[in-house]
């Protein structure tokens, strides 16, 4: 059982001993305030009157496995950080410098004490927080949601998943603390068995949008975890968008009144954290659980493009979520469709080298291709997994990689960018493309079967032996977004050809996205 020990009375050590009596082990306090120490056995806490710089008085409290040192002198605090060295020096030592503390005392405490907590930098931090860029980016984003009339309408990528859900609702939050009522729309399905199960115990509200909803009746328009409207999303292109907030780096530029894309980071819902800590809003149980759901699965459990930031935001949001309700969302029922779909993607498998592939057919559920694709890659000696099938006249594909250097967001551009949507990262990726005039063959006709595999996984090997869609590091300048969007090719303009000699090359560009691989599953 853990043992603590805090040194001195006041504010900061008052703070602590609330803070710590509610957690296991054993605490004890310190001080050489009679009155304090009287108040504090009132309240049930074990404290001592002594000297907190005495050796003799330390060695009468039971033997500690933390020393928190926290009265509000400097001076005091050297003399008792040096004593606790002296009588248990194997104990962790927490420091305080307070503000009026000077150079000499600060560098005595840093070297007594195992931590420091310097009164004077973390004033200094929290300032630069609020006024410095970061400060800059929060106010502005205030502002936008402040010249807000009317009710804001926030709006997700289509099929949306946890990551784009919570930042959504984090960000109505946030409205809601700036005056502006605002409702959490979406376009698509929700129908992961885990996204559904996150959302219905979660008990979030949200609106399903149909394509081309008139949104009339909104004041102004939000984006989270994609940025372009008419891209993966119901909109309208040219719709009119007050705030957008995504972590995937942009391919074209990106129009708003407020902008905040930070590719740096792993999840969305990092980003929204950010924000509520520097607004100092607390989220709501739901609210903290959601986010930290939406960052395990966007970074894939801490594994995938994951930052410091990631890791802070977690820490943050840990206190304050469910790990009761994270677990029933992580273990939902499976539908007999999903189940389905994974089945037919491990019996009709063709292996090229490292690489699966696989066409599952007439799809149900589209997010069961990314599952089915997470499944492949967990075959020996397998580093790649496609898996393509066709729901409502669309083709849509799902990729994953591991232990390559091959970036798959770049390959599926590449094969697929000119003849629909493609996008991701460099190691989880989707694409759509649209059937055309071969949606008038019925999806289980065999035909149809075979002109479906030569596309997608002749165009998709092609692209995957190009050297030029290796992950690459430190080329490009952080502000290089792409070429320009290119003239897309119809899916039935190349299908007669897709067998022969002379089939449509890859392309140079395309109409795309990353949030392309969200709409399939796969960000």
């Known amino acids: 059982m853990t043992a603590r020990l805090v040194l001195g009375t006041g504010s900061l050590a008052g703070s602590l001993v609330t803070e ?23 309240e049930g ?8 710089t005495d050796e003799a008085a330390l060695r009468g409290c039971r033997r500690p ?37 000077t150079d000499d005392q600060r560098a005595a405490l840093d070297a007594a004490a195992d931590e420091l907590v310097d009164a004077r930098a973390a004033a200094t931090d929290w300032l630069d927080d609020r006024i410095g860029d970061d400060g800059l980016r929060t106010r502005k984003l205030t502002a936008a949601l402040r010249d807000v009339e009317g009710r804001l309408a926030i709006v997700t990528h289509d099929n949306p998943d946890p990551d784009a859900i919570a930042s959504a609702v984090a960000l109505a939050r946030i409205a809601e603390a700036t005056g502006v009522e605002a409702d959490v729309c979406y376009f698509g399905n929700i129908t992961h068995q885990e996204n559904r199960a996150f959302v219905n115990l979660l008990e979030f ?76 809003i607390t989220p709501s149980r739901e609210v903290a659980t959601g986010l930290l759901f939406g960052i395990r699965v966007d970074t894939d459990e801490y594994t995938r493009e994951v930052s410091v930031a990631d890791f802070e935001a977690t820490a943050y949001l840990v206190p304050h979520a469910d790990a009761g309700t994270l677990d029933r969302i992580e273990s939902p029922s499976m539908s007999a469709d999903t189940l389905d779909t994974i089945a037919r993607a491990i019996s009709d498998r063709q292996r090229h080298g490292s690489a699966l592939l696989s066409g599952v057919g ?74 055309g005039l071969l949606d008038a063959i019925d999806a289980d006709d065999e035909s149809l079967s075979e002109i479906l595999a030569a596309i997608v996984t002749d165009r998709f090997l092609d692209a995957m032996g190009s050297r030029s869609h290796r992950v690459l590091t430190g080329v490009y300048s952080d502000d290089y977004h792409g070429t320009g969007p290119g003239e897309p090719l119809s ?8 067998t022969g000699d002379d089939r449509v090359g890859d392309a140079e560009g395309g109409d795309d996205d990353d949030e392309e691989a969200d709409a399939a599953g796969d960000g």
């Open 20 to 42: 710590l009596r509610e957690r296991r082990g054993r605490l004890t306090v310190l001080a050489d305030d009679e009155n304090a120490v009287r108040t504090l056995r009132e």
């Open 45 to 52: 806490v074990a404290a001592e009157v002594g000297d907190p």
């Open 65 to 101: 496995d933390t020393v928190t040192v926290a009265t509000a002198d400097a001076a005091t605090n050297v003399a008792a950080a040096e004593a606790v060295g002296s009588v248990y020096p194997e104990a962790f030592v927490l420091a305080y410098a307070p503000a009026e503390a």
């Open 205 to 280: 509200d949200l609106r399903r949008l149909e394509a081309g909803a008139d949104l009339s009746e909104y004041g102004g328009v939000a984006l989270v975890d994609h940025s372009r409207p008419g891209v993966n999303d119901g909109l309208a292109e040219g719709t009119a968008v007050d705030v957008v907030i995504d972590h995937h780096p942009p391919r074209y530029p990106v129009e708003a009144r407020f902008v905040d894309l930070r590719s740096e980071v792993g999840a969305t819902s990092t980003l929204l954290v950010d924000y509520l800590r520097k607004l100092d």
């Open 362 to 435: 007439e799809l149900s559920d589209r997010d069961a291709l990314a599952q089915a694709a997470d499944r492949l890659l967990d075959l020996e000696d397998v580093t790649t997994t496609l898996v393509y099938g066709i729901s409502d006249g669309t083709i849509y594909v799902s990729a994953r990689a591991r232990g390559t250097d091959l970036d798959l967001g770049e390959t599926l551009r590449d094969a697929f960018g000119q003849i629909g949507s493609a996008g991701g990262h460099a190691d989880m990726a989707g694409a759509q493309i649209s059937l």
């Open 491 to 498: 899916l039935d303009r190349i299908a007669g050809a897709a």
